[in-house]
């Protein structure tokens, strides 16, 4: 882990240093995620768990999907199923999956790439692995990210962004010890592939052992920090964090963030996954593949589903 890298972190252009008049957030609070299963039975952990929809606005739901080595005929997806109200977002660290929606988007999503899915007023979509990797079995390991869209937005025209791994924005820190993927948004002056309806900010960090790593942050924005793999602590607190963990940040300008001296036989970095957001600030109504603001509206949502108007399964789909 993971796919995209790069032999001199020196090379890339450096993140902005922040400025001394700016603050650090603070930790708020750290959260382990849970264990579960999903789609067919691939396991996943629910990194939101136990965290208020407050302090997660814009954002809804996060698994990170592995880190699992399948053996041959183990590797499992999901089956065809519906969305509306949301964006989805499915970012392949190692591995390959394959996608399908009912709007004619779709490819292949493999070692560092991102499939990025406007659900809006209605999708039908699958994602599973190739044959290939059914046979063989291999290493899986990503994340999915679900993003709130504000109530004007729920209805818009579904839309299928494919973000090859090369097109991820790249930078590092004054010192080269960190590799910052841009994924969507912005950093400082730098901006990701991923084009929002929400304005949200997602960063995949590699940080070495013993790096340290200031990130400016925008203020409007809430600050959310995952850690995919290895150990390390955030705030100039110094709160310790490992693997499954999420911390919540506030109050600030920008994020602190350090990578143990001594990383476990596993993992090379500190692996983080780093989310902010602008709040919505609106009634969250969900439920199961949908997202809307009422009630009603999800009533509405499951009876469109069945009524076949969110979308129909291609002739030629997998």
Known sequence: MPAITVQNPLELPKVAAVAVANRPRRVSSVTTAPRGLEGE?????RAFAGISQ???DPFVHLDQMGEVDYGPGEPKGTPWHPHRGFETVTYMIEGT????DSIGGGGVIENGATQWMTAGAGILHIERPPDALIDTGGLFHGIQLWVNLPARLKMTTPRYQDIGADAVTLMTNENGDAIIRVIAGTLGDAGGPGVTHTPI???HVSLLPGGQLALP???RYN????????QGTVGLERTPLSEGQMAVQVDGDYLVLSASE????????LELLILGGEPIREPVATYGPFVMNTRAEL???FEDYEAGRLGQIPADHI
């Not at 999956?97 to 399908?100: A, E, T």
């Open 262 to 269: 001594s990383p476990d036989s596993r993992t090379e970095a």
């Open 54 to 56: 407050a302090d997660l």
């Open 201 to 203: 900010t997602v960063l």
């Open 41 to 45: 039975g691939f396991p996943v952990r």
């Open 299 to 301: 009533q509405q949502a």
């Open 97 to 100: 999956f394959l996608h399908q």
């Open 223 to 230: 600050a959310l920090t995952y850690v995919l793999a290895g």
């Open 217 to 219: 942050w925008e203020p």
